[in-house]
């Protein structure tokens, strides 16, 4: 016996009846031999830690773009404090720590840079050249990880992990009284991990930018959630943990649900929607003349020569070119970091002098 096949015993033997588990995985993309060493969901977790837009994940802001101090979060911090709430409460629950490990780390691959920001800037933009299409960072994540990733041969992951990438997103959403979607409840665990890694870390982040105060926090959510960032995770958790044990469903009690919604309300009201107008424009300025720029200039988007982008006098043709091109750009921009789209910007559209200079 191999010690995948060990490991895969003696799943059946400890994880919940609920928990999926890695020997009945509903499979790949391409079938491939199995690792002899690695479950299922082992190896994909690894593939994303090695995967680029992994990496790319360091230099991708959170919240605050372009922040000046070293504490702030970034996309990879907020990634492992994913991972961790949700392992944390998959263990409690006896589900696959595997496959939750894994969810969690890909979630948020297909980010853009800048943050929220961009990632509004980027659908905008996107639009203007194709006004059917659209840009969610959770579909896109689930694009870098079945197309984009090795060089266009994506990472042939398992059916239960890519399921839950793209269904760990509530956007503004409130958390809802079950937590349908994902065909697992690992799925589950992540929708339920991003929301409190954000909204607690992004408290942090947005006392120390001075934006807000811990007094400014609603009292109603104090009162019910703790008034310290490690009181609100612990009881968050605790409460999912309570409330979905041994249960089909992963949930929130009544009272922890309303108040963690709240937090979230006040947060896209005070934080993530009143941040400093100056840096969303700039934002949507990058972001804007970016596109527009791989638009005009097709040769520049990396894979992708001139030629290959139809010019005829067919309209339809052209428009269905347009649309193609600017699916290619999409994926271009949204890969990128900050740095890399500040200095993109900075090269294009700045006097080749100037840019030394800057």
Same mark, same amino acid.
């Given at each position: ?6 490991? #895969? ?14 020997? !009945? ?19 994909? %977790? ?18 605050? @773009? ?12 907020? &990634?492992?404090?994913?991972? $961790?709430?949700? %392992? ?14 894994? @969810? ?14 961009? #990632? ?19 579909? $896109? ?11 266009? !041969? ?10 839950? @990438? ?41 006392? &120390? ?9 609603? #009292? ?66 990058? @972001? ?7 638009? #005009? ?10 030629? !290959? ?34 200095? $993109? ?14």
């Amino acid at each position: 016996m191999t010690p995948r096949e060990e490991r #895969e015993q003696l799943e059946t033997q400890i994880l919940s009846p609920l928990a999926a588990r890695s020997g !009945e995985s509903r499979g790949r993309q391409r079938p491939e031999e199995p690792c002899p060493i690695r479950t299922a969901f082992q190896r994909d %977790r690894d593939r994303i830690i090695h995967a680029k837009s992994f990496r790319r994940l360091t230099y991708k802001t959170q919240v605050f @773009i372009a922040p000046e101090a070293d504490h702030y979060r970034t996309r990879l911090t907020h &990634t492992l404090e994913v991972a $961790q709430i949700a %392992r944390t409460i998959a263990r409690a629950l006896r589900l696959n720590e595997d496959l939750t490990e894994a @969810i969690a780390l890909a979630h948020d691959l297909g980010h853009t840079p800048f943050g929220h920001a961009g #990632e509004h800037a980027l659908d905008a933009v996107y639009r203007e050249y194709d006004p059917d299409a659209h840009f969610r960072h959770a579909e $896109q994540s689930l694009r870098v990880v079945e197309v984009l990733e090795k060089n266009g !041969e994506g990472l042939n992951l398992t059916f239960e992990v890519r399921d839950g @990438i793209s269904h760990h997103s509530k956007g503004m959403d409130d958390l809802p009284r079950n937590s349908g979607g994902a065909a697992t409840l690992e799925g589950h665990v992540v929708m339920y991990a991003d929301r409190i890694a954000y909204i607690n870390h992004d408290i942090d982040d947005a006392v &120390t930018a001075g934006l807000i105060t811990a007094e400014s926090l609603p #009292e109603a959510c104090v009162s019910v959630l703790g008034d310290t960032h490690a009181r609100r995770i612990t009881t968050m958790v605790s409460d999912v943990v309570e409330h979905s044990r041994e249960q089909a469903t992963i949930a929130m009690g009544e009272d922890v649900q309303e108040a963690t919604n709240c937090l979230k309300d006040f947060l896209f009201d005070r934080v993530y929607l009143a941040g400093a107008a100056e840096d969303r424009e700039h934002v949507e300025r990058v @972001i804007g003349a970016l596109f527009r720029f791989y638009m #005009e200039h097709a040769e520049e988007v990396p894979g992708v020569a001139g030629n !290959e982008i139809a010019r005829n006098d067919s309209k339809a043709r052209a428009a269905q070119d347009q649309r193609r091109l600017a699916r290619l750009v999409c994926d271009h921009v949204a890969g990128m970091t900050d740095r890399f789209a500040s200095q $993109q910007f900075l090269q294009f559209y700045l006097p080749r002098r100037w840019w030394r200079e800057v």
